[in-house]
T-cell receptor
C-alpha cells in the first residue's frame, strides 16, 4: 500500500548526542511536513517542504534541521537533543488535491536520557 | 493564532451511544479537517469540510461547520469500543497554508 513510513518507531538517544529520524513516502506527494507532539498536546509544525523549497516555522529551535534529498525521503536532524525534545515526531505528506487531508506516518517516539 | 480548541478535553461514553466533539477557531479558514489518533500512533484523516459547506457525512461521522461562530462539531453515531482514540480538528487559513491542530478530545468508549 502507498504510505508514509517512519523509522525507527522508537528512538532512545543520549542528551546532546545528534540523532536523525527518517521518513519515506510512496505517494509521490510534493509536500512533506515534520510535526512535534508532546504528551497530551496538539501536534506542532516544525517545518515543511514544498518540493525542495524549505519552510521553517518561526519558533522552531535552531537545534532542529531537516533534509529532503529527493521526493520520497525527508530527514529530521536534532543536533543536540535536550530532555525537552522528548516527544513523538510525526511526518506527513500532502498531494494538494481533492478532499483528502494529510497522510501521516506512525511517528517516531524519541526518548532522551 | 489559528489554533483550534476542542471540547470537551475528555469524553467517556458507553458503546452504542453517540459522541459529540466540538472545535472552535479564531480566524477565517479555507477548510477544517478532523483527524483521529490512536494511542502512540500517527494521525488518520477522517473528514474535510470546506468553508462554504455546512454539513458533511462519512459513514458514522457527521461534521458541521458554522463559520459565523467559527466552530465545528464532529458526531460519531453508534459508537464502538474501537472508536476509542483522540480526535483533533485542524484548520488552514488558505489553500497554500499549513494545518494548525487543536489540543484534541480524548474519547473513551466502554463496552
Amino acid at each position: 500500500d502507498a504510505m508514509v513510513i517512519q523509522n525507527p518507531r522508537y528512538q532512545v538517544t543520549q542528551f546532546g548526542k545528534p540523532v536523525t529520524l527518517s521518513c519515506s513516502q510512496t505517494l509521490n506527494h510534493n509536500v512533506m511536513y515534520w510535526y512535534q507532539q508532546k504528551s497530551s498536546q496538539a501536534p506542532k509544525l516544525l517545518f515543511h517542504y514544498y518540493d525542495k523549497d524549505f519552510n521553517n516555522e518561526a519558533d522552531t529551535p535552531d537545534n532542529f534541521q531537516s533534509r529532503r534529498p529527493n521526493t520520497s525521503f525527508c530527514f529530521l536532524d536534532i543536533r543536540s537533543p535536550g530532555l525537552g525534545d522528548a516527544a513523538m515526531y510525526l511526518c506527513a505528506t500532502f498531494g494538494g488535491t481533492g478532499n483528502y487531508g494529510y497522510t501521516f506516518g506512525s511517528g517516531t517516539r524519541l526518548t532522551v536520557v | 493564532s489559528q489554533q483550534g480548541e476542542e471540547d470537551p478535553q475528555a469524553l467517556s461514553i458507553q458503546e452504542g451511544e453517540n459522541a459529540t466533539m466540538n472545535c472552535s477557531y479564531k480566524t477565517s479558514i479555507n477548510n477544517l479537517q478532523w483527524y483521529r489518533q490512536n494511542s502512540g500512533r500517527g494521525l488518520v484523516h477522517l473528514i474535510l469540510i470546506r468553508s462554504n459547506e455546512r454539513e458533511k457525512h462519512s459513514g458514522r461521522l457527521r461534521v458541521t461547520l458554522d463559520t459565523s461562530k467559527k466552530s465545528s462539531s464532529l458526531l460519531i453515531t453508534a459508537s464502538r469500543a474501537a472508536d476509542t482514540a483522540s480526535y483533533f480538528c485542524a484548520t488552514d487559513a488558505n489553500r497554500y497554508s499549513t494545518l494548525t491542530f487543536g489540543k484534541g478530545t480524548m474519547l473513551l468508549v466502554s463496552p
